[in-house]
């Protein structure tokens, strides 16, 4: 019980920090995305920055929602508290992961790197649906304890941008590569990283202990 709480507080801890730092540097230290758009080279097409924007603000909002609808649906004492809570919270995510996935679809043709980094995010933006809807239906056969492990592989990709950005700088300002190379590497890499990373956390975890909440 202990483990699980200490590994609960440490995503609280990356969540909350992540999720300020996201909001701030896109709402306001950044809200023309300046920085970000100066490295986008080999564009699929043209740019409509206007729209762009508010496509990515939403993607960013939304983002953040369904980080924060995750770490709390991961809390036994919010689950146990209120059961219609922990479900409504559970669409909500649910919601929130299909709008960033759909925000996502509409820039990966402007992703940075060109045609394929875009089919990177394309993957991403197949591959977290998928296993978004793995972890409800789980949940609908009454299947706690492998929902709780599908919704772990699931929230794993709220962190795609983070893993994106944590490896174009290894690659980009330790390696030397290009920005725009690094970039590339880092949304492939950040997909190899975050289907493995909540398998080791599954094993690390353990099983948890089964509350009979269902969505």
Request: overall charge positive.
């Amino acid at each position: 019980m202990k483990r699980q709480v200490t590994w609960y507080n440490l995503l609280a801890g990356v969540s909350f920090l992540f999720i300020l730092y996201a909001l701030t540097k896109n709402y306001i230290f950044d809200p023309e995305a300046k920085s970000f758009l100066s490295h986008k080279t080999l564009l699929n097409r043209e740019l409509n920055l206007p729209v762009w924007l508010n496509v990515m603000y939403v993607h960013v909002a939304f983002a953040c929602v369904a980080m924060l609808a995750g770490l709390l649906n991961f809390s036994n004492r919010f689950m146990q508290k209120s059961r219609k809570l922990h479900r409504i919270n559970g669409y909500i995510y649910i919601a929130s992961v299909l709008l960033v996935v759909v925000t996502s679809g509409y820039m990966a043709p402007y992703a940075t790197g060109g045609k394929i980094s875009s089919m990177g995010f394309n993957m991403i933006n197949l591959i977290w649906p998928m296993i978004t809807l793995m972890a409800f239906v789980q949940i609908k056969k009454k299947q706690v304890i492998r929902h709780r492990n599908w919704m772990i592989r699931s929230y794993a990709f709220c962190f795609t941008n983070m893993a994106i950005h944590l490896l174009t700088s290894l690659f980009h300002l330790g390696f030397g590569l290009t920005y725009s190379g690094s970039y590339t590497i880092g949304v492939y890499g950040s997909i190899v990283l975050l289907l493995i990373i909540p398998e080791i956390i599954i094993r690390t975890v353990g099983k948890p202990r089964v509350i009979s909440t269902y969505l």
